[in-house]
């Protein structure tokens, strides 16, 4: 399932956060070198539960905004979020 999302870099603490049909994920790391994209992976892969490389960013991977795919279905992200 392809996921709009909403990446805030240098938070405090890790979250999610539901926004209509995007989600806003609070990231610690910084911006830079991809860092923040390294743990949006593994942040996500820890929430839904499935292998970091079956994530993909396929829009967005130097934009704040990105949309990524991660197999899972619908029913889970209302659970989760």
Do not use: H, Q, Y
């Not at 890790?14 to 926004?19: A, K, M, S």
């Not at 911006?31 to 967005?60: H, Q, Y």
Request: proline share 4%; aromatic share 4%.
């Amino acid at each position: 399932m392809n996921i709009e999302i909403r990446v805030v870099p240098n938070a405090k603490k890790r979250e999610i956060v539901r926004e209509g049909f995007t989600l806003k994920v609070k990231l610690i790391s910084s911006p830079r070198d991809g860092k923040a994209n390294e743990e949006l992976i593994e942040f996500l892969s820890d929430t839904f539960r499935v292998k970091k490389s079956e994530i993909k960013i396929i829009r967005g991977e130097k934009d704040r905004r990105k949309v990524v795919f991660i197999p899972v279905d619908n029913n889970v992200i209302d659970t989760i979020c």
